[in-house]
Every structure is written in structure tokens, then in C-alpha cells.
């Protein structure tokens, strides 16, 4: 009988605390190549089940002074739609006092750890984020339903679009239900 017990409870926490999210796809496209170029836009197998996102921008144009930013999340439903978020902000005066806008703040604070874009504009060094993986934990404050998501940056230097990033998930978390 204790043994169907202990059955019943690791049946019960599999279950509870079983989840899934990670990258399923990553598409980067350059607007103005004399400006910036992707040396590396890739999606890395760690382990099964664990991926990372490697990516590397070079740019020609040094230093860059004047950053805008667009982050948009969009949720796949008969094509990806526009799902709560679509802001658009000044990277450099965001750097300077980030709880300003609070959403790009929450995806700065994902990539932070793995990208060398800590400090405050002017850039004379090419943007680079190495091995960045999606843990639980980075979306406390922004908690999603499950579902396929693509997460859409644009940056624009000098008031001109000049590269997007199109980063593609899957969420199926225990908060997601």
C-alpha cells in the first residue's frame, strides 16, 4: 500500500511540475547591410530539450549613439497575432533609468546575463548575446498561457529600422494553464 502511495505522489509531481519552454525557431533579417550584418543568428541544441540562442550583430557604423528599439509579442492563432504588448522606446535613455518601460525592462532582464549590452549608449563594440536558454523563473513577471509565441525586435539606429529579430517559443509551463 506505501508503495501505490509513492507511486501516486511522483505521478502527481511529474505532472504538477512538468514543463516546457524553449526556442523553436529564430529568424534575423538586416534592413541596411553597410550599416549591420548577423555574423551568427542560431538556434544550438545544449541537451536535449535545452536550446540556446547565439547571436552576433556586426556592425560597420561605430559608435552608435542613437538606439530605438520595438519589442512586440505576438501569439500564434491562424498566424501570429499581436498579443498585449508593442512598444517602442529609446534604447539609450531605456539604459539610463530601465523601470521606465516596464515590458522591455522584463526581456532586458532575460537577456542581460548572456549579452554584452550592459551599459549606456555611446556602442563601439559589436552586440553579442552567447547561450541565452528559457528557464521558468524569467517569466514571473510576465506570465504567459501555453501556446506558441514569437517575440519580434526591431532596432533602428538614427531614426532609421535597421535589423529585426524574429524569435519563435514554445510555452507550456504549469503557470500557463
Keep these: 500500500m506505501a508503495m501505490i502511495w509513492k507511486f501516486l505522489v511522483l505521478c502527481i509531481c511529474v505532472i504538477v511540475c512538468w514543463g516546457e519552454l524553449r ?35 556586426k556592425l ?9 528599439v520595438n519589442l512586440a509579442l505576438l501569439k500564434k492563432a491562424n498566424g501570429y497575432r499581436p498579443f498585449l504588448y508593442n512598444v517602442t522606446t529609446d534604447f539609450c535613455k531605456f539604459l ?27 556602442y563601439d563594440h559589436d552586440p553579442i548575446v552567447r547561450n541565452l536558454t528559457l528557464k521558468e523563473e524569467m517569466f514571473k513577471h510576465l506570465p504567459l498561457p501555453n501556446g506558441e509565441y514569437l517575440f519580434r525586435l526591431k532596432v533602428g539606429a538614427y531614426n532609421d529600422w535597421k535589423a529585426e529579430v524574429n524569435v519563435y517559443l514554445l510555452v507550456n509551463t504549469k503557470f500557463g494553464e
Design 23 to 57: 526556442f523553436t525557431n529564430l529568424k534575423c533579417n538586416e534592413f541596411h547591410k553597410e550599416f549591420a550584418t548577423f555574423e551568427e543568428c542560431r538556434l544550438k541544441m545544449v541537451k536535449r530539450g535545452l536550446v540556446a540562442l547565439n547571436l552576433h550583430v
Design 96 to 122: 539610463q533609468n530601465p523601470k521606465r518601460v516596464p515590458f522591455v525592462n522584463i526581456f532586458y532582464e532575460m537577456i542581460r546575463k548572456n549579452c554584452n549590452m550592459n551599459h549606456t549608449c555611446p
Design 60 to 68: 560597420y557604423q561605430l559608435p552608435v549613439n542613437n538606439i530605438s
